[in-house]
């Protein structure tokens, strides 16, 4: 009985506030609107931010029975995330929305609560606008001069998207379809970060892949957010928005402990699955606490931990400086993960396999430089070249121009007749962009385009990349008449990831020889996405899962074809933790004698 006078007074104080009369005529059409349809709402002019600047306002709609909910429309979403773009809205008799972007379209039931595209990717295409004119919804960073998008090879695909067993409500009003902006947001983010941000306060809209988090735009983003509680009502709609955005948006690469379950299950019914820790995580996740709801992110993300793509501890995405309250939350968190770690060893385990990564990844580079020299990236001996390529970013480590660094050595080995063998040393390269990676498959094989597919349409995607290979500025004709008097190969090692594993799979299916240790894996793109109250978290995305020639996903690693032996471990104190590993001796990595007597061997 308090629950409904408490529902009614809600109501009554919604209706109080509008500014309007919110009960829509009665429409003309056949299919009378539902009772959701109806509840008493109040709308709020609210500022935005787009790409750093101030960018007007848009109106946010918030429904008496999901007061600290914001709906916005998808007309006016649409043409937030894309100035001077159109969009329109269509109720026909049978009382379905027909949305069209300009670019595609989809069919909203507000009775059903689903959305249904025949190619949603056009539907929500940002990348025309914000990357390069004219191109699809597809990869590309845009971060090299010497890389365009060419062209995308894919076949049309109808995804039908069912929110109602979320409990995720579309809602309409005879003229316009409204649906929560953090879902809308979901459904638009792309591999170029592009997506909008609510804090309760403002909204920003993420307009560029060098921008993973909304504080670098605004800098007291997360002020709204620094608080105690949040409300019943919040606390369940983040959970099961979350829910839906992992089991339909996460890009299953397969290594995760609740890869299978949750993509024949759900992450809800995966979580219950786990029997006690699983139960914990779920009741963190939906809790009022906010250190608690914060812990339970951390926890989760032990359990869809994926090798470094997919981070769901919102603590590392703009809160560094919130000192306060970042204290509060170890100490929930610690006092978490203690009965966590009582039940699973499923957090340690993560965590000790991240650190075996770093440990791993800095001995390699140590011990390079101790026999290289820090900061060479080009040696040679006897007939073959080596060049260190750590990082497919446009700056890499320490600042250095990753794509000069290479350009550089393979320009100094052809000018150099004595080389006949060219190395690209991959094995301290954690990734990247795939811009990057297409710029070197193509000066080195002349291949100019990757392939993925995308886990929620199961769509084989193919795209293609013009490469300036002359560097003049111009792609024309005259970059085919580049080529290089020597062979290539590569050297991995288990610290390649993401694009450090894509470009030796690449090279691989191109015939190129790939020398040293089994690659690190990483199969998908990163995909930046926002929970409900406003935290950046970050996705294996289900938009490129990468696959090989055969259409077999990489995350297992590349096999070289000519392994290097490890020698007997030694203890080795990572960087800036207190925390020590064993890993192998990589000096038999660096032996230019040895590297250079493998590249003069047949095989």
Do not use: W
């Not at 032990?302 to 470094?308: P, V």
Request: some cysteine.
């Amino acid at each position: 009985m308090r629950q409904k006078l408490h529902l009614l007074l809600l109501a009554m104080l919604f209706l109080a506030a509008s500014c309007h009369d919110n009960a829509p005529d009665e429409p003309t059409n056949e299919v009378e609107l539902d009772a959701n349809d109806r509840i008493a709402y109040i709308e709020k002019q609210t500022p935005v931010n787009r790409g750093g600047a101030d960018a007007g306002t848009v109106t946010l709609r918030f429904y008496a029975d999901l007061p600290d909910v914001a709906y916005v429309s998808l007309t006016d979403f649409h043409k937030m995330m894309l100035p001077g773009s159109t969009a329109t809205v269509n109720r026909g008799h049978d009382g379905l929305y027909t949305v069209n972007t300009g670019t595609g379209s989809a069919v909203v039931d507000t009775h059903n609560e689903t959305l249904t595209s025949s190619d949603y990717l056009a539907f929500t295409n940002m990348m025309s606008s914000m990357a390069q004119p004219g191109m699809p919804n597809t990869y590309f960073d845009n971060v090299t001069p010497y890389v365009r998008f060419g062209s995308l090879t894919t076949t049309a695909q109808t995804l039908c998207l069912d929110y109602a067993p979320y409990g995720i409500d579309l809602r309409g009003d005879g003229t316009s379809v409204y649906a929560p902006l953090s879902t809308l947001s979901d459904l638009y983010s792309d591999l170029q970060y592009h997506r909008a941000c609510y804090n309760g306060i403002q909204v920003v809209v993420i307009t560029s892949v060098l921008t993973a988090s909304p504080e670098e735009l605004v800098s007291d983003y997360f002020e709204p957010l620094l608080k105690d509680t949040r409300s019943e009502t919040m606390a369940e709609f983040a959970y099961h928005n979350l829910c839906f955005t992992l089991d339909h948006y996460y890009g299953y690469p397969g290594r995760a402990v609740l890869d299978a379950s949750m993509r024949t299950m759900g992450l809800d019914a995966a979580l219950t699955a786990q029997g006690t820790p699983g139960e914990q995580v779920k009741r963190l996740l939906r809790s009022t606490n906010t250190y608690e709801y914060l812990a339970g992110m951390t926890l989760l993300h032990a359990f869809i931990y994926d090798g470094g793509h997919s981070y769901l501890d919102v603590t590392r995405f703009g809160l560094s400086d919130k000192k306060t309250f970042l204290n509060a939350y170890t100490a929930e968190f610690n006092r978490q993960k203690d009965i966590f770690n009582t039940q699973t060893d499923v957090y340690n385990a993560f965590y000790d396999s991240r650190m075996q990564y770093f440990a791993n990844l800095y001995s390699h580079r140590d011990q390079r430089n101790s026999i290289y020299g820090k900061g060479v990236t080009y040696l040679k001996y006897g007939n073959t070249a080596v060049c260190e390529f750590d990082s497919f970013l446009p700056t890499g480590s320490e600042g250095i121009d990753q794509v000069a660094v290479f350009l550089d050595a393979i320009d100094r080995a052809e000018a150099d007749p004595e080389v006949q063998h060219f190395i690209i040393d991959v094995s301290n390269n954690t990734g990247g962009s795939a811009d990057i990676v297409a710029l070197l498959l193509s000066l080195t094989t002349g291949r100019n385009y990757i392939s993925y597919e995308n886990t929620l349409t199961h769509q084989r995607m193919t795209v293609h990349y013009d490469v300036d290979r002359n560097r003049d500025g111009a792609f024309d004709a005259r970059d085919a008449e580049v080529t290089y008097h020597f062979d290539f190969a590569v050297l991995t090692s288990s610290s390649s990831f993401s694009c450090g594993n894509l470009f030796p799979s690449a090279m691989k299916d191109a015939g190129v020889l790939i020398i040293g240790e089994r690659s690190g894996g990483g199969a998908c793109a990163v995909q930046m996405m926002q929970t409900a109250d406003g935290y950046t978290y970050q996705i294996s995305s289900h938009r490129m899962r990468l696959i090989n020639a055969a259409g077999q996903i990489i995350d297992d690693g590349i096999e070289p074809d000519v392994p290097i032996a490890l020698e007997p471990g030694h203890s080795y104190t990572i960087p800036g933790t207190s925390v020590t590993k064993t890993v192998p001796d990589f000096t038999n990595f660096y032996d230019l004698k040895r590297l250079d007597q493998i590249m003069n061997t047949p095989h």
